[in-house]
């Protein structure tokens, strides 16, 4: 694994329901960034945003409770 490229994975508590975000943190050193996907759509879109901003929206509840 290089720190180039991501290296997806999913929470440990996560069933296999298919309703889950997989992330990328292997970039943050490198990039500075936190890549995430819909599990179900590997192919598609991912959204990237830093460890601060992601931080502060769960704080500010921005993610919802569900």
Same mark, same amino acid.
């Given at each position: 694994?290089?720190?180039?490229?991501?290296?997806?994975?999913?929470s440990?508590f996560s069933e =296999?329901?298919?309703?889950? @975000?997989? @992330?990328?943190a =292997?970039? @943050?050193?490198? /990039?500075?960034?936190?890549?995430m /996907?819909?599990?179900k =759509? *590997?192919?598609? *879109?991912t959204? =990237?945003?830093? *460890?601060?901003?992601?931080?502060? $929206? @769960?704080?500010?509840?921005?993610? $919802?409770?569900?």
């Amino acid at each position: 694994m290089t720190t180039g490229s991501p290296h997806w994975f999913k929470s440990s508590f996560s069933e =296999n329901g298919g309703q889950c @975000v997989e @992330v990328a943190a =292997n970039l @943050v050193t490198s /990039r500075g960034i936190i890549p995430m /996907r819909d599990s179900k =759509n *590997p192919h598609g *879109p991912t959204l =990237n945003t830093s *460890p601060t901003s992601f931080v502060a $929206g @769960v704080k500010a509840g921005e993610f $919802g409770t569900t």
